[in-house]
Nanobody, 126 residues
Framework: QVQLVESGGGLVQAGGSLRLSCAAS????????MGWFRQAPGKEREFVAA????????YYTDSVKGRFTISRDNAKNTVTLQMNSLKPEDTAIYYC???????????????????WGQGTQVTVSS
């Protein structure tokens, strides 16, 4: 069984930065696409960023392009989301997700992922 554990969330002022990490265990990490999603209070979970199995392909939702960077270290079984120039509208619980089937691309929809972490809270104050 795959376990995903997020860390790095917290409270930051607008314009600040946070670095989220997701540690995976229970499966060979390097074969699988990973993604980050977020859910703000009263809103549905939304896609943030995705990365292919080897890090060669990435994709971002428009609202975070140029501010967030997704990366992975397959040797350490971790995926990271570097968040810069944070805005109050980035406030949400952030989840990492792993697609359970090996593939060569990334995925944008939550239903395409099979395993999820518990989430880490990010709060950006104005």
């Amino acid at each position: 069984q795959v376990q995903l554990v997020e860390s790095g969330g917290g409270l930051v002022q607008a314009g600040g930065s946070l670095r989220l990490s997701c540690a995976a265990s229970g499966r060979t990490f390097s074969s699988y696409a990973m993604g980050w999603f977020r859910q703000a209070p009263g809103k549905e979970r939304e896609f943030v960023a995705a990365i292919s199995w080897n890090g060669g392909s990435t994709y971002y939702t428009d609202s975070v392009k140029g501010r967030f960077t997704i990366s992975r270290d397959n040797a350490k079984n971790t995926v990271t989301l570097q968040m810069n120039s944070l805005k109050p509208e980035d406030t949400a619980i952030y989840y990492c997700a792993l697609r359970g089937l090996p593939s060569g691309t990334y995925y944008l929809n939550s239903h395409e992922y099979d395993f999820w972490g518990q989430g880490t809270q990010v709060t950006v104050s104005s």
